[in-house]
């Protein structure tokens, strides 16, 4: 962006030629091997990239004094931590290779190469939902467009902008834009919370919701992730309103294990289909190392978070924690075992593996190991796994140590620190507080003191309104760079936790017996 402004010179930007677009399947470049969210933000990237147009700055504004030196002399970044020295080398010596060749490639294959981006943006353009259901590819987009000389009006841009359009929030003192909206999953944690809650009141909005989510399952679209896995039907749930070519796998994993307690409760059929189909996505999307990937399936290419572009480290959509744990608590709830699902017995697995020695879980896409932990400790006591298990009391031991002494419990958002040297602790929010008490409460520890005062916290701290407040932050769009607030957190995971306490505490085993 800065050097289209002409504020950096194209020397400090990576070379992504856009004839990767070319690349066949088996390159180790090909798009396919990066994440997404990557993937679409990068295929309208490199079309601006090849064509190094100059951005309208009518007003003249420029940013220098944001600089210690003059900023025509910034090159490149420099090596990430993340990073290693010999793969960030090698790539680094490609780069100044790239630079030296590409203003000599035939001017047909980069003519062909800008024609396969511009349409596989089109095949996923998305409607007014936009490219990939987020900003980056949508922005990139817009301005791809504008560089090929295509009008306002010219339907793909239109509806793109429109798209843009969609994430502003605009109220009488503030405005911002959002990343993405995120309507599945929020409506499906509620309606979890509403099941929990239970009652005449409860029971009706939480069926509702339900209904709502019925239609919104991709039954129909073999997106991107069918690349890897061109034998398995779809069947998700993507996280945005429509985003038929990317959903994700925690979205159809709450989904589903919420169709299926209503399925439970009721005695109904109407979620058959549906529950059948999210599940059979969701085992054919299990990653050969016995986890599971927000969107992908097998993006273990770790070589290229060393390329220049990946500074921030997040190319990738590797099996993670909290996911895998999401996926082997829906398969539990639907009565499968270790004993008698090789699927579940390797997610279990994973999760031993990925235990770290202080007893948490790493939580990508939750503020962090409070939420990998909540999150491994419903999986495992979904899969059978007994209580006095080393595994769970180790977790137990840890979310008991990082109690704060008002009763609840916070995580800051520099535990994801790559040097990672134990919990760093933060003020209390209501969310964190709902998932360390969900997380003991599924491994057995309904009747310890430290569970009681965190309920009775979030009892304390309920407002007027019968909700809870939060500031911070508590959920990840990428660690170390950028973090969320879910409006909805504070809400539906307090309501939650308090309803699962007060069930437990009513009935004589005092077992969760549901995924999550």
Excluded at 199 to 225: M, S
Excluded at 350 to 357: D, G, K, P
Excluded at 432 to 461: D, S
Aim: aromatic residues 12%; glycine residues 8%.
């Amino acid at each position: 962006m800065l050097a289209m402004f002409g504020v950096l010179t194209w020397r400090s930007v990576p070379v992504l030629p856009v004839e990767i677009m070319l690349l066949p399947l088996w390159s180790p470049f090909h798009i396919n091997r990066i994440s997404y969210w990557a993937r679409t933000t990068i295929v309208p990237l490199m079309v601006l990239a090849a064509l190094k147009p100059r951005a309208k700055n009518v007003s003249g504004i420029g940013i220098d004094e944001l600089f210690l030196q003059e900023p025509h002399s910034v090159g490149m970044t420099a090596k990430a931590p993340h990073q290693s020295w010999g793969w960030f080398l090698l790539f680094r010596g490609l780069d100044s290779v790239l630079r030296v060749v590409e203003p000599l490639f035939p001017k047909k294959l980069r003519a062909r190469a800008i024609d396969s981006a511009v349409a596989f943006i089109e095949e996923r353009l998305n409607g007014e939902d936009g490219l990939g259901a987020i900003y980056p590819p949508m922005a990139n987009a817009v301005m791809m467009y504008e560089v090929l000389g295509k009008p306002a009006d010219y339907p793909p841009r239109a509806v793109t902008r429109r798209a843009l359009d969609r994430l502003l929030v605009i109220g009488e003192h503030e405005a911002y834009c959002q990343p993405c909206v995120s309507p599945v999953w929020d409506t499906s944690l509620t309606c979890h919370a509403l099941i929990e809650a239970g009652g005449n009141e409860a029971l009706p909005p939480a069926k509702q919701g339900l209904d709502w989510l019925l239609p919104k399952q991709v039954l129909d679209v073999k997106g991107d992730w069918a690349v890897k896995r061109p034998e398995v039907r779809p069947g998700g749930w993507a996280f945005q309103y429509n985003n038929a070519y990317y959903p994700d796998l925690d979205d159809t994993a709450v989904v589903v294990m919420a169709m299926d307690r209503t399925r439970r409760a009721t005695q109904s059929h109407e979620y058959d289909a549906a529950i059948a189909r999210g599940r059979e996505w969701i085992e054919g999307m299990q990653s050969r190392d016995g986890g599971w990937a927000a969107f992908d399936v097998n993006n273990l290419e770790y070589y290229l978070n060393n390329i220049p572009f990946s500074d921030h480290g997040a190319l990738l959509d590797p099996p993670t924690e909290d996911v895998t744990a999401r996926c082997v608590s829906m398969l539990a709830q639907l009565g499968e075992t270790a004993q008698n699902s090789e699927s579940v017995a390797a997610g279990v697995a994973f999760l031993r593996r990925t235990q770290l020695a202080e007893g948490s879980w790493y939580g990508r896409w939750g503020l962090n190991y409070i939420y990998g932990t909540w999150s491994s400790l419903c999986a495992l006591n979904a899969a059978g796994v007994d209580h006095r298990d080393p595994a769970i009391r180790k977790a137990v031991d840890w979310l008991l140590s990082i109690q704060n002494k008002d009763g609840g419990w916070g995580e800051d958002a520099a535990s994801y620190r790559l040097d990672y040297k134990g919990f760093e602790g933060a003020p209390t929010t209501a969310s964190q507080t709902a998932w360390a008490l969900l997380g003991l409460m599924a491994a057995g520890e309904i009747g310890h003191p430290a569970v009681a005062r965190g309920v009775e916290y979030l009892i304390a701290t309920q407002s007027q309104k019968g909700l809870w407040d939060e500031q911070r932050y508590t959920a990840t769009g990428f660690p170390r760079v950028f973090y969320l607030r879910y409006h909805g957190y504070p809400k539906f995971f307090p309501l939650w936790a308090l309803a699962r306490y007060r069930n437990l505490r009513n009935t004589n085993s005092r077992v969760v017996g549901v995924g999550m």
